[in-house]
């Protein structure tokens, strides 16, 4: 069993802080949020003092943060994580970022002799909570098997996507395919809904048919067919608006960087960048669902 550092222990770092220590690891745990940190405390993880506690004298440290800017400000510099920990420790960034900083982050743990993997992840808080997850995982075959074994104990896909950086390409992806098939879930809500078809009948029929996704069968954005989905509660996140938006955001650098023409990615940024502009960013984003088909602004 391994001693592990977890830095970043939000929504979906708690859980998965939680699966690591029923598997027998040792976890300590970094945040800057208190109530982050009392929540990862209550599923078995020790508090660090600050980010030489958690990194230091590890062979695993992990990363679950908001995005980019934090990753790097985490692991670069003389008192980011790669000048902390030991050449022994084996860093896992699990963050959804930018693949240039991801390659930035690889190349300065390279320079100091570290293995790195980036291992974004998808299954959202669900998946965390149930140890379901799928790791996109990034890097050197010899760091893609050092790095199986732990994340094994939080997910039950484990790919290795390819060279540095190829991670979060993979996240990227499809995660553009996730905010699109969530409008198009709920377009054909609304469409049902004015067309007098019920929700549950056309769940029902489209859950077997050829709509069937991710976005309809286990996360459905109107209440009543799937019981556990944020549609149940309020659109309580979950994976927030501004979170889609900063992934759908991340998908058209790349796609304006190598050229490559997505129209829909296009549309779902703009409809996404509407909605949290109108204050809707911490709902989950299945919340899209109610303000998709409306003639005129959202809500
Ligand atoms: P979150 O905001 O709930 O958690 C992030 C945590 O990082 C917070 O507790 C925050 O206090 C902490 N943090 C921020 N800056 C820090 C710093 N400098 N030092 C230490 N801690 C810091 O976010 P989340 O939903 O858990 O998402 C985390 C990552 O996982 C994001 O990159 C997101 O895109 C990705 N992701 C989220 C989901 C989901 O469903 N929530 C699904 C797949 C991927």
Known sequence: MSNIGFIGVGKMGAPMVGNLVSAGHTVTVFDVSSH?????????????????????????????????????????????????????????????????????IHSSARSAGIDMVDAPVSGGVSGAEAGGLTFMVGGTEAAYN??????????????????????????????????????????????????GLSRQTLF????????????????????????????????EPGFTASMMLKDLALS??????FRVKTELGSDAEALYSKFCKAGNGELDFSAIFTTVGKEGEVK
Not at 42 to 57: E, F, Q, Y
Not at 61 to 78: D, H, R
Not at 147 to 176: T, V, Y
Request: charged fraction near 20%; include cysteine.
């Open 36 to 104: 982050a940190l009392e929540e990862a405390k209550k599923r078995g993880g020790r508090i660090a003092k600050n980010l030489t506690d958690v990194a230091s004298s590890k062979e695993v440290v992990i990363t679950m943060l908001p995005a980019g800017p934090e990753v790097k400000a985490i692991y670069l510099g003389p008192k980011g994580i790669t000048s902390i920990v030991d050449s022994a420790t084996l860093l896992i960034d699990c963050s959804t970022i930018d693949v240039q900083s991801s390659e930035v």
């Open 146 to 195: 050092n790095a199986f074994p732990i994340l094994s104990d939080m997910g039950k896909a484990i790919i290795h996507a390819g060279k540095e950086g190829r991670g979060q390409a993979a996240k990227i992806c499809n995660n553009m395919l996730l905010g699109i098939s969530m409008i198009a879930v709920s377009e054909a809500f609304a469409l049902a809904d004015a067309l």
């Open 204 to 235: 029902d029929i489209s859950s077997k048919a050829t709509g069937r996704c991710w976005a309809l069968n286990d996360y459905c954005p109107v209440p009543g067919p799937v019981p556990n989905s944020p549609a149940n509660r309020n659109y």
């Open 252 to 257: 058209q650098l790349a796609a304006d960087a």
